[in-house]
């Protein structure tokens, strides 16, 4: 495959995976990011790779598109597991199972017993839940890295730097350096919005605060990623658990409270009193007004293409094969037409 130069703008799990399914079929691919990721959302991200908290069914088949990209990635040796998940609260309802099980998924009611079986080391299993067997998760700390490590071993190069204005063709730097590019690649998470306002293209993206929590490590109690009505959870290899907490403040004591609430109440689930907080980490996810992903090419704009979402983690490799396939002449193995990203414009 011949062309001019790619720029993808950002270093995250979009950027990284966009830029090596861009490599891998020949492309020469740039990855504009600064160094270090204090503001890269997806190491703090719980990445449960799932389709069933979804519920507008073109999206609920968009991430089952994407889970089957994972299995792709897991054969090729991606961190990643296949454990289910564990459903139980409000969110279990019938109404949910009749939804998923009417789109695909492999959904089951459990009894009590059942749900002992999924997670033997839960002390007061509840009454009933759903599980979703197909669904799974990835190590945040370890996709990152073999993202980018695949993606430079195809010959993508990481620019360091700040974008700090969006030309025709072209990327501007903080440090002033010019970047022409056929095409460019704004998978910048939370901080497209401010760089398209340079080229004047508003775009609606807002930053939710969330927080990650690792525990230490306790004794291992299940392979599922949990959805319960306090939290999302799942515990990894080496026994820490790994939580999600959408009440994050993003100052220091308060979030330190929240971690500790948090560890106290898996400890609690688990009678495993000796769980202490081992790391926090405070990111901003990227949410379009609507929620659902903002994909493609811009319109009346051959150079540029857009990759904001939500679930990013969950996303990546059918976002990756969208944006790639008419960079490389390949068929667009997903409809994402209804997800352009005009619809997002300012008084759209
Ligand atoms: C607590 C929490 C839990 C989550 N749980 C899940 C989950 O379970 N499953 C799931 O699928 N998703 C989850 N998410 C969401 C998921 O993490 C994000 O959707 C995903 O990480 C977005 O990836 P991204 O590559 O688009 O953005 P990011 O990972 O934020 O990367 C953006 C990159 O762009 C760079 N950048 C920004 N501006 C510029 C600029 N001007 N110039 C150059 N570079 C720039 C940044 O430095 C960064 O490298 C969670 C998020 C949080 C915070």
């Not at 289910?84 to 109404?95: E, P, Q, R, V």
Request: aromatic fraction near 4%; hydrophobic fraction near 45%.
């Amino acid at each position: 495959m011949t062309g001019g130069a790619i720029l993808v703008v950002g270093g995250g799990v979009l950027g990284w995976a966009i830029a090596g399914e861009l490599a891998r079929a020949g492309r020469t691919v740039r990855v504009v990011a600064p160094e270090g990721d204090a503001r890269t959302a997806s190491v703090g991200s719980l990445a449960w790779l799932n389709a069933s908290t979804a519920t507008d069914p073109g999206y609920v088949r968009l991430r089952r598109a994407a889970l089957a990209g994972w299995r792709d990635w897991a054969e090729a040796g991606a961190p990643v597991r296949f454990g289910g998940s564990l459903f139980w609260g409000s969110d279990a309802s019938d109404t949910m199972a009749a939804r998923l099980g009417a789109l695909g998924c492999p959904v089951a009611r459990l009894d009590r017993a059942g749900i002992a079986a999924v997670a033997p080391g839960l002390r007061h299993p509840p009454e009933t839940g759903l599980f979703v067997s197909d669904e799974g998760c990835a190590d945040p700390a370890l996709i990152l890295p073999w993202l980018r490590t695949r993606a430079e071993a195809a010959g993508a190069m990481h620019l360091r730097g700040q974008a700090a204005a969006l030309g025709p063709g072209a990327l501007r730097l903080d440090d002033g350096t010019t970047l022409d590019a056929d095409h460019i690649v704004m998978a910048a998470g939370e901080g497209a919005s401010a760089l398209l306002a340079t080229a004047g293209l508003d775009l609606r993206v807002a930053g939710k605060p969330g927080l990650l929590i690792r525990t230490t490590p306790g004794r291992p109690v299940s392979d599922a990623v949990f959805a319960t009505p306090s939290y999302d959870f799942w515990q990894r290899d080496d026994g820490a658990f790994l939580i999600a907490s959408s009440s994050a403040t993003g100052t220091g004591d308060a979030d330190d409270m929240i971690a500790a609430e948090a560890t106290a109440h898996i400890s609690k689930l688990f009678g495993q009193t000796d769980l202490r907080v081992a790391e926090r980490i405070a990111r901003t996810r990227p949410i379009p007004a609507d929620g659902l992903p903002l994909l493609g090419r811009w319109p009346g704009r051959d150079d540029l293409s857009v990759a904001v979402t939500h679930s990013g983690l969950t996303l990546a490799p059918i976002v990756a094969a969208c944006i790639a396939a008419p960079l490389i002449g390949r068929d667009m193995p997903h409809d994402i037409a209804h997800l352009r990203p005009d619809r997002a414009l300012q008084g759209a």
